[in-house]
């Protein structure tokens, strides 16, 4: 039986994405179906000590509440992913056709 390089070529690239996708959705499975909640009760209370205290309150600002989330994931934390992933595609597709 004689088998097209191309098409076993395609199929080999093909299950390298799904185990990228499988490893991807593997690393974040425990955030998505974690229930815990987590406590800032110590962190809030010392965002409140340095409150005011010359210029660490706007070196040090830690206040989760002042960070737009929506923002971050959108335009920093995924994008990084998609470039990340997007790098190794591409060292991935220069060594398939080198």
């Given amino acids: 039986m004689v088998f097209n390089p191309r098409i ?3 199929h080999e690239f093909q299950q390298t994405k799904d185990s ?3 490893r991807t959705m593997n690393l974040y ?3 998505g179906l974690f229930e815990g909640i987590f406590d800032d009760e110590n962190t809030e209370k010392l965002r409140i000590a340095i409150k005011g205290v010359g210029k660490m ?3 040090y600002n ?3 509440k002042s960070i737009d989330w929506k923002d971050y994931l959108m335009n920093v934390h995924f994008p ?3 470039n990340s992933s997007a790098l190794k595609f591409l060292l991935l597709i ?3 056709t080198t």
Avoid: S
Wanted: hydrophobic residues 20%; proline residues 10%.
């Fill in 8 to 10: 076993t070529e395609d």
């Fill in 20 to 22: 990228r996708l499988k």
């Fill in 29 to 31: 499975r425990p955030y």
């Fill in 57 to 59: 309150d706007k070196e």
């Fill in 62 to 64: 830690f206040d989760p």
């Fill in 80 to 82: 990084g992913l998609i």
């Fill in 94 to 96: 220069t060594r398939r």
